[in-house]
């Protein structure tokens, strides 16, 4: 079946510009997550979506970033203003539910790169 | 969610066995071990995960100690594409939790043919 998809794959972009990345969860799972990577550097969490209810930003490192979720389908991220440092590989997941013995499934992730 | 420790790096020859060892010491009662990998370029990919007892499936095994403070994920045959870094998370119980994964720096896994 169809797993998680995101968009674009690579996206170069000058800093400060506006930027918004989309995220296709695998159909029918209520929780979503956001990821970033840095060179070099482990998968840091941004924010959670799970059903209904309001997400969890916690992990947004600024005000620049934020997310939703339309429809508890499609998420998109969206960076304000970018900065150099946004640089990254953006990842998305999904799962059938928030419980501790549910995986995780991950897109392949967008490579945001900021000239 | 509780800490993990893995090795840095493993090295491997195709077609073996291969033991990637994850030490968790401070895991409560209702922690899952979740193993992840990320081959390059990829996402991470779920592999496999436990409560108590051995668990196996199509992709690898995993073997958790009595006192649950260790586990070991086995791959039985090595091959060129199992190359990745592997992550072994634990997760908390349900309720209250982000349930976000919290992934440490893992076990780069090298494969020679």
């Known amino acids: 079946g169809a797993g998680v998809s995101q968009s674009p794959s690579n996206k170069v972009t000058e800093k400060g510009k506006d930027v918004e990345l989309r995220c296709d969860p695998i159909s029918g799972h209520t929780a979503l997550y956001w990821y970033r990577q840095s060179l070099g550097q482990g998968l840091e969490f941004l924010i959670y979506?799970?059903?209904?209810?309001?997400?969890?930003k916690s992990g947004l490192p600024s005000d620049r970033f934020s997310a939703e979720r339309t429809g508890g389908s499609v998420s998109t991220l969206t960076i304000q203003r970018t900065q150099q440092e946004d640089s990254a590989v953006y990842l998305c997941?999904?799962?059938?539910?928030?419980?501790?013995?549910?995986?995780?499934?991950f897109g392949d992730g967008t490579r945001l790169s900021i000239l | 969610d509780a800490k993990t420790t893995q090795p840095n790096s493993m090295e491997s020859n195709e077609e073996e066995p291969v033991h990637l060892p994850c030490n968790h010491s401070t895991i409560s009662g209702t922690d899952y071990i979740h193993w992840y990998r990320q081959l390059p370029s990829q996402g991470p990919e779920y592999v496999i995960h436990g409560l108590t007892s051995n668990v196996n499936n199509r992709m690898a095994s995993l073997a958790i100690a009595e006192d649950r403070k260790s586990s070991t994920l086995i791959l039985h045959r090595a091959t060129l594409r199992d190359a990745a870094v592997y992550y072994c998370?634990?997760?908390?119980?349900?309720?209250?939790?982000?349930?976000?994964?919290?992934f440490g720096k893992g076990t780069k896994l090298s494969v020679k043919p």
């Open positions: 998370i634990l997760r908390g119980s349900y309720g209250g939790s982000q349930g976000n994964l919290i």
């Open positions: 997941a999904s799962s059938s539910g928030q419980h501790s013995n549910q995986p995780q499934h």
């Open positions: 979506f799970q059903g209904n209810s309001a997400p969890d």
